[in-house]
C-alpha cells in the first residue's frame, strides 16, 4: 500500500460521508478523484485487506449475537472450521491458544433462530457450543489507527432503541454486507429497498448517532494489513468489580475491544474480555503489561489466548433474505 491507500484506511474506518456521493467527498479530503477512491476500494477489497465499505451493527439490536467457542481435537481443527464457517451467520471465526480452542461469533436474526444456528453447529460437529452472550460493552469499536502511537479508545455509550423503525433490518443487514463500490451507492441502496435516497442517508445516520450501528466506514481486515497478534485476554473479577476494571481496561492504549460476557459456572468463569491488535507478540505483551499494572486489575486472573489462525470474517445476519 501508498501513503493514499493508508489514508484512506486510517481517515474513514468511521465517519464515511453520509452524501449522495460519499467517495468524490472522500476523495475530496484527500486530494484524489472519485474515480480513484473507488478504484483502490475495489482493489484493497478484491486482495483482502479490506471486507466491506458499510457498517458494523451493535449486538442484539435488530438482531441476536453471541460469542461461542469449541473444544476441538487438533486433528479435527480444519473439518470443524469448516463446518462451522458454512453456518450462514457465523461471521467471524478464529483458532485460538486454549483448550476452548475454535472461537466464532453467531449471529441470527432473532434469539430463537441463534440457538437454532447453534444447535446445528452442535449437531453437524458432535462438540458442545460454549456460548456467551454479550451482557455490557465497555468499547465495541474497532476502528484503531493503523500507523503511529496507540491511542485509547472512547468508552461505549448505550445504544438508543427507541429511534428504530420498520425497515431498519433490512438496511442493516445491507450494511453489514457492504455498499457497492460505485459513485451514489446509497441511490442504489435505496432503490433495492423500495426507499428514496435522501430517506435512506438520514436513516443510517440516525441509527449510527443512536450507537445501533457502531461504525459506518471502511472495514479493515487488520491481519492482512500486518497486526497479525490478535490476543483475547479474559478477566475473573468478582461481579461488583467489573464497571470499574472494564472503564479502566477500555482506556489502555492498544486494547481494541473490551466487553462483559455471561459466565457458564464450572465451565467459563471469565466475565471481563478484552482484545489487544498488535503487530508482534512482544507489543501486545507490552499492552497487556499496562493493563495488568491498572489497580482495577491488581491481582485479577486472567487468561491470554493468541488467535492463530483466522477462518471467517464477514458481516452480521441480521435480517432474513427478502422472498
Known amino acids: 500500500m501508498d501513503d493514499l491507500d493508508l489514508r484512506l484506511l486510517n481517515d474513514f474506518q468511521r465517519d464515511l460521508p453520509l452524501v449522495s ?7 475530496a479530503r484527500l486530494g484524489a478523484p472519485e474515480a480513484e477512491v473507488i478504484a483502490r476500494l475495489r482493489r484493497l477489497r478484491d486482495a483482502g485487506r479490506i471486507a466491506r465499505v458499510g457498517a458494523t451493527c451493535r449486538p442484539n439490536t435488530a438482531g441476536a449475537s453471541t ?31 486454549g483448550d476452548w480452542n475454535l472461537w466464532f461469533v453467531a449471529t441470527a436474526p432473532d434469539a430463537a433462530q441463534l440457538a437454532d444456528s447453534l444447535a ?29 502511537p496507540r491511542r485509547s479508545m472512547a468508552l461505549d455509550r448505550p445504544a438508543d432503541l427507541s429511534v428504530m423503525v420498520p425497515g431498519d433490518a433490512a438496511l442493516m443487514q445491507a450494511l453489514s454486507s457492504g455498499l457497492r463500490l460505485e ?21 443510517i445516520a440516525a441509527l449510527a448517532d ?41 482506556a489502555i492504549p492498544g486494547v481494541t475491544l473490551c466487553y462483559q460476557r455471561r459466565t457458564v459456572p464450572g465451565v467459563w468463569d471469565w466475565p471481563l474480555f478484552c482484545m489487544i491488535h498488535a503487530r508482534t507478540r512482544p507489543e501486545a505483551m507490552a499492552v497487556l503489561d499496562q493493563a495488568r499494572a491498572l489497580p482495577e486489575l491488581a491481582g485479577a486472573d486472567h487468561r491470554v489466548l493468541f488467535s492463530t489462525r483466522c477462518f471467517r470474517q464477514r458481516g452480521a445476519l441480521i435480517a432474513e433474505a427478502a422472498a
Open 21 to 27: 456521493r460519499p467517495f468524490a467527498a472522500m476523495g
Open 67 to 97: 460469542l461461542a467457542a469449541l473444544r476441538v481435537p487438533a486433528p479435527r481443527i480444519d473439518e470443524v472450521a469448516a463446518l462451522v464457517g458454512d453456518e450462514p451467520g457465523v461471521n467471524h471465526s478464529y483458532l485460538r491458544e
Open 120 to 148: 446445528r453447529i452442535e449437531g453437524a460437529t458432535g462438540l458442545s457450543v460454549l456460548s456467551l452472550p454479550l451482557i455490557r460493552a465497555f468499547n465495541i469499536d474497532l476502528g484503531f489507527p493503523l500507523d503511529g
Open 183 to 203: 459513485p451514489r451507492p446509497f441511490a442504489t441502496l435505496a432503490r433495492d429497498l423500495n426507499l428514496p435516497e435522501a430517506g435512506v442517508i438520514a436513516r
Open 210 to 250: 443512536a450507537r445501533i450501528l457502531t461504525r459506518v466506514g471502511v472495514i479493515v481486515k487488520h491481519r492482512a494489513l500486518g497486526w497479525r497478534e490478535n490476543a483475547m485476554v479474559v478477566w475473573r473479577l468478582p461481579t461488583d468489580a467489573i464497571a470499574g476494571a472494564g472503564a479502566a481496561l477500555a
